[in-house]
């Protein structure tokens, strides 16, 4: 019985300990909440003039610091990807620069307020397995279509898709541009968009490429023509033959299949090809454009939010930093 009394005093007692704990722990925070309200009763004039001046400023600030953010989605053409990259990073390398006279000399008014130029993918795996622009593609979307499965059974698509040597096949890339102030598409957008469209050797290749676009075309609508031809005489060779009208429609119909299948496998090349020829336009194609968008990146815009903040926190660290130092003062002169 002793032995069961002994054995529950230590719990007892480590028991009262733990509430004197927890006790001791609720009135520290009781205290503290009570001494913040003392602070904020004893300087609320200088906390309120601190809030009232860091809303101001901050509103100041964010009207005089707006950045604005335009978008040029294009299409590199004729395997352009790697030189309009290449593009990008030199006027990325002039805007550290600050060669400001290189910028007026491609057409950019005001590259003064030119804040960064970047470019990245628009990652779209599902254009870059299957592109249906053009019928010549079907041997490279298979190619691209294995290469997507053989990665997507090592279990790294998801970094491989982000890659920046993989992401360069994409179709559509975005031009990223940051003004100080906003500007417009003469003053920025097109004299850069005219940059990147200016060079020797892609242009005779263009030119080439529209040139064989407008043969094929016409080449197509002769065959075509061609084609309707030889189904009208077919269809009046049948006509002519009613006696054995059954005979020459079997030995027939084997032709009229293959003569329509040429026909829409022609006119769907046709149709392709128009629009291969609206994107060579340009061996850089502007797809759309967007300009003006007020940048809410960073700390724009949101000044006024975080200067009163500031204010007060500065405010309450050298208060406590003054206190702690009367206190270690009146310690060593003790």
Do not use: W
Request: aromatic share 10%; proline share 2%; with cysteine.
């Amino acid at each position: 019985m002793s032995t069961e009394n002994q054995n529950n005093i230590p719990e007892e007692i480590d028991l009262g300990i733990l509430l004197k704990k927890i006790n001791g722990f609720f009135s520290n925070i009781a205290f503290s909440i009570f001494k913040g309200m003392l602070f904020v009763k004893k300087n609320i004039v200088i906390l309120l003039a601190l809030i009232i001046s860091g809303v101001l400023v901050g509103y100041f600030l964010d009207y005089e610091n707006t950045n604005y953010e335009s978008n040029i989605i294009v299409s590199p053409n004729l395997g352009t990807t790697d030189y309009l990259y290449s593009k990008i990073d030199l006027l990325t390398s002039k805007l550290k620069e600050k060669d400001n006279a290189f910028f007026k000399s491609i057409g950019i008014q005001n590259p003064e307020n030119l804040s960064s130029i970047e470019i990245e993918p628009i990652i779209d795996i599902y254009s870059f397995v299957n592109n249906n622009t053009a019928i010549a593609s079907n041997a490279q979307n298979t190619q691209n279509f294995e290469l997507m499965k053989l990665l997507a059974e090592s279990g790294d698509i998801n970094k491989v898709i982000k890659d920046k040597v993989t992401s360069k096949n994409y179709p559509y890339h975005s031009i990223h541009i940051v003004t100080t102030s906003k500007t417009n598409a003469k003053s920025t957008i097109n004299p850069i968009l005219k940059y990147l469209n200016t060079d020797e050797y892609f242009e005779k290749i263009l030119n080439v490429s529209k040139e064989n676009v407008e043969i094929k075309i016409k080449k197509d609508e002769e065959i075509i023509s061609q084609t309707d031809s030889l189904i009208n005489t077919l269809t009046s060779n049948l006509s002519k033959n009613q006696k054995s009208s059954n005979l020459v429609y079997n030995n027939e119909n084997n032709q009229f299949n293959t003569l329509f299948e040429l026909k829409n496998t022609l006119i769907s090349e046709i149709a392709n090809k128009k629009i291969e020829r609206i994107n060579l336009r340009s061996f850089i194609k502007e797809i759309s454009t967007v300009i003006n968008i007020k940048s809410t990146k960073g700390t724009n815009g949101k000044m006024k939010l975080l200067l009163p903040i500031l204010f007060l926190f500065l405010f309450i660290s050298v208060c406590y930093i003054r206190k702690f130092y009367k206190k270690q003062a009146s310690k060593l002169n003790r």
